[in-house]
Each structure stands twice: as C-alpha cells, then as structure tokens.
C-alpha cells in the first residue's frame, strides 16, 4: 500500500501531461507501467505530491515505421514488444530481451519508456538498446530534443531527462536488408524472474562468411550499459573464423575495466565470457 497521499492525474494527450508538469515540476511523479514507481511510493524511498498517469494517451502506445526507423511509444509495455509484428521484423533482439523480463503481470504493466526513466544498470532493455544504437524522445515545455540511448543512460547534463520532460518515443534503426541474426542474454540468481546480474546483447548483419556490421553490448557491469568497440571490430576484421575465446577475453577485459575494484568484479569477469559463449552459440557462430 502507498502510505503517502497524492493528486492522481491521466492526462488524455502528451501536450496535456507535458503542461501539469510545466507547472508543478519537482513535485510532481510520471507513471507509466507503474512497476518501478508504485514499489519506490510504497517503501518510502521516492515523495510523489501529484502522479501523472500517461497510460491513456494513444501516440504512446503506437509502434510504427518511420523512414529507416522503427518507433516505440514511451507506454509500449513488453508484452506488446515481444508479439508485435513491426518489432520481430524490424528489432528482434527488442523483442527477445522483452520477452525475458520478469514475469508475466510485470511484461504486462512494465513499459520501455519506464524502462529507460527508472534507469536500473540491470534494466534488461538497455542493453539491446544500446546495443541497436537507439535514440530516445523527450517532449518537454521547450519541444522536442533527442539524445543516443548511450548517452541519455549515462546522465550527461545535456541529454539528462528533466522534471517537466516525458519520455515519448524510443527510435531503433531497422534491421538490414541482407541476413540479420541476434541475441540476448542474461545472467541471474535462478532460472526465472530474476534481476540480471550480467546481461549481453549481440547483434550481426551478415555478409557473405564475414559481417556486415556488428555491435555488442554488456549490461550491469556498471552504472550503465557500454558496447564493447574492440570485440565488435575483431568479428567485423575477422568474420566466422574468429576464435570465440579471443571474443570472450575481450569482453571481460572490457568488463574488469568498467568494475575496477568492486567487489562484484573478480565473478562478473568470468562469468560473462559464459554469456558472450551463449550469445555466439545463439547466433550460430560457435
């Protein structure tokens, strides 16, 4: 139960919502799913004077193809991420990395712009969103603006989202026209429902016997989720013919400098090159 009172609003349109926040700010809490926010509310760790529910505005519930984008309300919650047509076609790693959150009731209620918002480093998102190179939406009292998901997860001044700012949208580049294959996978303390100690997103744009392109993400190895340039470059050099454990030393070097001296540091160095053996297994490749 919230113990603390407060002034419930659903705005009906983001120029609504965008309006109560204009004029109350700091004072005021935006919801989306809920799963983050009611939790934070009932053990006292967040104040909340006005909640702003934007589950009832439609434009933040469409998924759509715009251009060479795919686009993603702010409300899309994971259910709806991991059946959607549009995003198996266009984003399939999104939609595996959806599929793995939690459990039923919060892939229900949970939402990718809650996802980005709360920020969590073990936010299972993040890391193919990193990963895909996505951009995020805001819409605030001064219009729209949008920053790279890397650089918004990791708090700079500029891309930072303010009190009277609503993550609207998510824009993930599509998936190329040639072979495309992906995966994600994540690390917990048992085999269902579990926060990810680790998690890793690998994407690949084939080309022949070699790739395209390629991008590899590590997720809760630090404040926010990184891609691993070095390892995604030796595949781009290399193709299929790379060894798995050059790939895998990589990553955990990668991983061991992101950590430093946390106590976390000497398992999660090992225990990923599991993680970049699974996401190579899971693309084909070993």
């Not at 409300?75 to 595996?96: I, K, Y």
């Not at 990791?154 to 190329?176: H, K, M, N, S, T």
């Not at 991008?215 to 990184?226: I, N, Y």
């Not at 290399?238 to 976390?264: F, H, N, W, Y």
């Amino acid at each position: 139960m919230v113990k603390a009172p407060f002034d419930y609003r659903a705005p009906d349109s983001l120029q609504e919502a965008v309006g109560i926040l204009g004029r109350h700010s700091e004072r005021a809490k935006v919801m989306a799913g809920g799963t983050d926010l009611v939790v934070a509310l009932q053990k006292e760790k967040m104040a909340c004077e006005i909640m702003v529910d934007i589950g009832r505005i439609g434009e933040l519930k469409e998924i759509k193809l715009d251009g060479d984008f795919l686009v993603v309300g702010a409300a899309v919650n994971f259910t709806t991420l991991t059946h959607h047509p549009l995003v198996r076609e266009a984003a399939p790693l999104l939609g595996q990395a959806a599929s793995e959150v939690g459990s039923p009731q919060i892939r229900n209620r949970g939402t990718i712009g809650g996802n980005l918002g709360t920020a969590s480093p073990a936010g299972d998102l993040l890391t193919p969103l990193a990963a895909l190179e996505a951009e995020i939406v805001v819409t605030g009292p001064g219009g729209r603006r949008q920053a790279a998901v890397e650089n918004f997860l990791r708090g700079g001044e500029r891309e930072r989202l303010q009190p009277d700012e609503i993550i609207c949208q998510v824009r993930v580049p599509r998936a190329g026209s040639g072979e495309t294959r992906s995966a994600f996978v994540k690390l917990g303390r048992r085999k269902a429902l579990a926060i990810s100690r680790l998690n890793l997103a690998l994407y690949l744009e084939m080309r022949g016997e070699g790739f395209a392109r390629v991008r590899l993400a590590v997720g809760a190895a630090g404040p926010a989720p990184f891609r691993v340039i070095g390892a995604e470059q030796a595949l781009e050099q290399k193709g299929c013919s790379i060894q798995a454990t050059e790939i895998m030393d990589q990553v955990s070097r990668a991983v061991a400098a992101s950590l430093g001296d946390r106590p976390s540091a000497p398992y999660k160095t090992l225990a990923v090159k599991g993680l970049v053996w699974q996401a190579l297994a899971g693309c084909g490749l070993v």
